[in-house]
């Protein structure tokens, strides 16, 4: 095993596992939460219903873009990272990035919505949510990035 394929293959596995943690959130984690601040808070509890949205999508969106990221690392092994299949990846993680942002974005407007509401302080939270959307802004601008270097590979290849 060379050294790019034991890379590839430590990056695969670390993929797997952020993907197994992300079914786990959602099979397990997303359900208990929910049911226990309905309990904690049944006032509200219909406020649940965004957040459940907002959380779901952002792990299947998330899902989707490890998928992605599976299946670019499997095209750099195979010699393929010049690709037009690899540059439908990282167009597809760039969209996926999109969408988080946009979950997020949903997110703090259902906190903010919520914390009027119930008069609680939800600076935490939102500023947190910010964060996020400046990492997911990141990974947007580092997959457009990568994308130029193989268009142009793709463009003079055609020519």
């Known amino acids: 095993m060379s050294v790019k394929n034991g890379s590839t293959t430590f990056l695969k596995v670390i993929i797997f ?28 509890a219909y406020f649940l219903i965004p957040f459940l949205i907002c959380a779901y999508g952002f792990c ?61 302080d939800a600076a935490g939270p939102i500023s947190l949510s910010l964060m996020g959307i400046l990492v997911t802004s990141i990974i947007a601008a580092i997959m457009d990035v990568l994308q130029k270097p193989i268009k142009s590979f793709l463009d003079k290849k055609e020519e």
């Not at 596992?17 to 509200?44: E, N, Q, R, T």
């Not at 670019?72 to 990846?89: G, K, M, P």
Request: net charge positive; proline share 2%; with cysteine.
């Open 60 to 120: 299947i969106t998330f899902s989707i873009a490890l998928y992605q990221a599976f299946k670019l690392l499997t095209y750099i092994e195979r010699n393929h990272a010049f690709s037009e299949l690899s540059l439908n990846s990282l167009k597809v993680i760039k969209r996926c990035a999109f969408i988080v942002i946009f979950l997020i974005l949903l997110g703090i407007v259902s906190l903010a919505v919520l914390a009027k509401v119930t008069g609680e």
């Open 17 to 44: 596992l952020i993907g197994v943690a992300i079914l786990a959130l959602c099979i397990y984690w997303l359900p208990k939460m929910a049911i226990k601040d309905a309990k904690a808070h049944p006032d509200s």
